[in-house]
């Protein structure tokens, strides 16, 4: 069975975890979107949607789903969202589709976490997924120095690496200073950490957020409620 279906299988359960009258957090990514339209699909009334990224946003006002801003929902009592790595306890690795800052952002301001993925995405130890680093662009190489030294503190030796769009996507982009790298929704950068392995997740996490010119880091950490992995024969539910 294609992972693609293990991920639809995850999206149409948390889908039924909606209640009419929710104010409800919509993540990115390609199982994040078999939620949006699973969920677009109950047609329940009074919803109250706040997306991830100008993507999903796209998606779901196609859709016809009613759209909100954190400014404007301040409060979600649900968000679902998929993962790039499901570590033990619910620590994830996410970032993959670069929305990490503003997917943390509404998982922060939830009452509840919902995380959807397929089976592959679950592991022993996080790192194996190059962990997403939101970096300002001014003076980013001077930030991914001090990023570098952080890796190497935490016995990671490959520095982490600016993300790049595809040459098909790079040669669309006007030509300007950088417009090769990948841009997140807030006109950041992305640098890619090949880990291996995370032998401490939170201390990394607090060492990366102490670095002048970091935004936000993938490490989800004590934020996820509840996972639904899809399986070959259905779904598996895990807690932290
Ligand atoms: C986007 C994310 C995604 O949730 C993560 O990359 C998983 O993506 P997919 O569902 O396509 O496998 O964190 O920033």
């Not at 100008?54 to 998606?59: I, V």
């Not at 962990?131 to 980013?140: D, S």
């Not at 690496?161 to 040459?167: C, D, E, F």
Request: proline content about 4%; glycine content about 10%.
């Amino acid at each position: 069975m294609s992972a693609d279906t293990q991920k639809k299988r995850a999206g149409e359960a948390a889908a039924l975890r909606v209640e009419a009258g929710m104010t409800v957090g919509l993540g990115t990514g390609s199982t994040a979107a078999w939620f949006v339209k699973a969920l677009a699909a109950r047609n329940l009334a009074d919803l109250r949607c706040v997306p991830t990224s100008e993507a999903t946003a796209e998606l779901a006002r196609d859709l016809g789903l009613p759209l909100s801003t954190l400014e404007d929902s301040p409060r979600i009592d649900l968000t679902v969202d998929g993962a790039d790595e499901v570590g033990p306890g619910l620590a994830l690795i996410k970032g993959g589709g670069a929305a990490l800052l503003r997917e943390k952002l509404v998982w922060e301001a939830s009452a509840r976490c919902l995380v959807i993925a397929d089976a592959a995405k679950v592991v022993k130890t996080l790192g194996a997924f190059a962990l997403p680093i939101e970096v300002v662009a001014f003076g980013h190489k001077t930030t991914a120095n001090r990023i570098a030294d952080v890796l190497a503190d935490h016995d990671i030796a490959m520095p982490a690496r600016v993300r790049t769009a595809s040459p098909q996507a790079a040669s669309d982009r006007v030509a300007s200073i950088g417009a090769q790298y990948v841009r997140t929704d807030g006109g950041n950068l992305i640098y890619d950490a090949k880990c291996g392995a995370i032998h401490d997740p939170a201390r990394l996490a607090d060492d990366l957020k102490l670095i002048t010119g970091v935004v936000e880091h993938g490490l989800f950490l004590d934020l996820a409620d509840e996972a639904i992995i899809g399986t070959d024969g259905g779904v598996d539910l895990l807690t932290p």
